[in-house]
């Protein structure tokens, strides 16, 4: 069975939302307050705080309270194992496809002759 990851799962679940998404393209621009992240979405604040603990828990955003206002910040070291995971599938995927390309091209050759 192969090796899982339980991070890299909590990681995927977090990207697999795309109002989270949203909010993390936000936050790439720099801290945002949780009113300005809510905005947007037109979803009221208890959802919004529900995708907030979701993405906190995957690692991918910090938040931090000055008086009434929360601001979320973004973690890009967080996205480091999904890069890495997509890098060894790019790998992985590519060296099957070449050899499935070889065989082709060498069973056609075959078939010319």
Do not use: N, Y
């Not at 977090?14 to 936050?27: F, K, Q």
């Not at 890495?84 to 002759?113: H, I, Y």
Request: aromatic letters at 4%; charged letters at 25%; proline letters at 6%.
């Amino acid at each position: 069975m192969a090796k899982h990851d339980p991070a890299l799962s909590l990681l995927f679940h977090a990207l697999a939302d795309p109002t989270r998404r949203s909010m993390l393209t936000a936050l790439a621009e720099g801290p945002v307050s949780v009113t300005d992240l809510a905005e947007p979405t037109g979803l009221r604040l208890p959802t919004v705080m529900r995708h907030l603990s979701v993405l906190k828990e995957a690692g991918l955003i910090t938040t931090a309270k000055d008086g009434r206002v929360r601001t979320c910040a973004i973690v890009p070291e967080a996205f480091e194992p999904a890069r890495t995971w997509l890098e060894q599938q790019e790998a992985l995927w590519g060296a099957r496809l070449d050899r499935l390309d070889a065989f082709v091209m060498q069973t056609m050759k075959g078939r010319e002759t």
